[in-house]
């Protein structure tokens, strides 16, 4: 049982967790590699499968920092493309390069609005009351932006994002230093904190950080996956644990 006698904090992921936002992620990977697949086809003649926004979403981007998740889903096709810069246009044909194109389909997609998880919201409300510290960690530099639509900011007292583990110099999951951070600033040990996921690095990550409980949420019937790389317990509904 998760009691405020066995612990003392929750460190809960953004996407996929708490908002919505993680269909539209897979829209805006999927719409970024398509059409950068369709185009390398057409000029190499190579046979390239055209990204799945399921499978190839939770394998290689989910919850993995922007540039990360470009370079990883690449790789898997055996496509080598220069670093860039982060400065580098949404245009040029760099890991940095696709990976701002794909920021810039998100940003299209978010101004339709966002929305979260009721059952989140309620069990981070309850766990609120029982005396409970709270984190939100993201691995994307547009957490601030995302939390403040979605009206849930301020719900939290630590908020650990992209922006910070560029700041901080860490790597992304599935490394567990984004939850450690969190625990950190929270004031609280890894092992008196539980870790919220719905992703595949994420619960690695926090089963790597040694953290209390690591619980995955299954939003899309990935639970036997969940519990393969590190999850506890899995949940359809936060509201069960």
């Given at each position: 049982m998760i009691t405020s006698?066995?612990?003392d904090a929750a460190i809960l992921d953004m996407d996929g967790v708490i908002?919505?936002?993680?269909?539209?992620?897979?829209?805006?990977?999927?719409?970024?590699?398509?059409?950068?697949?369709?185009?390398?086809?057409?000029?190499?003649?190579?046979?390239l499968a055209p990204f799945d926004a399921d499978t190839d979403y939770r394998r290689y981007v989910d919850g993995k920092p922007?540039?990360?998740?470009?370079?990883?889903?690449l790789e898997s096709h055996g496509i080598r493309l220069p670093e860039g810069d982060p400065d580098d246009p949404p245009d040029a044909e760099t890991?940095?390069?696709?990976?701002?194109?794909?920021?810039?389909?998100?940003?299209?997609?978010?101004?339709?609005?966002?929305?979260?998880?009721?059952d989140t919201m309620e069990q981070v409300r309850r766990w609120k009351q029982q005396g409970f510290k709270l984190a939100v960690i993201s691995s994307s530099r547009?957490?601030?932006?995302?939390?403040?639509?979605?009206?849930?900011?301020?719900?939290?007292?630590?908020?650990?994002?992209?922006?910070?583990l560029n700041r901080l110099?860490?790597?992304?999951?599935?490394a567990p230093e984004m939850?450690?951070?969190?625990?950190?600033?929270?004031?609280?040990?890894?092992?008196?904190?539980i870790v919220v996921e719905d992703a595949l690095s994420g619960v690695e990550a926090g089963r790597a950080g040694g953290f209390g409980?690591?619980?995955?949420?299954?939003?899309?019937?990935?639970?036997?996956?969940?519990?393969?790389?590190?999850?506890?317990?899995?949940?359809?509904d936060l509201r069960d644990v």
């Open positions: 006698r066995r612990f908002t919505q936002t993680a269909v539209l992620h897979a829209q805006a990977w999927k719409q970024m590699f398509d059409r950068f697949l369709a185009a390398r086809a057409e000029r190499t003649g190579e046979k922007r540039y990360d998740g470009v370079r990883s889903f890991i940095c390069g696709l990976g701002n194109r794909k920021n810039v389909l998100f940003h299209e997609l978010l101004r339709e609005g966002i929305a979260v998880y009721e547009n957490a601030t932006d995302v939390l403040t639509a979605a009206g849930v900011l301020e719900e939290f007292d630590v908020k650990i994002d992209g922006n910070d110099q860490l790597p992304g999951k599935p939850f450690l951070q969190a625990a950190a600033d929270l004031g609280v040990p890894p092992a008196r904190a409980l690591v619980v995955g949420v299954t939003r899309n019937g990935n639970g036997d996956a969940l519990l393969r790389h590190g999850a506890d317990v899995v949940v359809a």
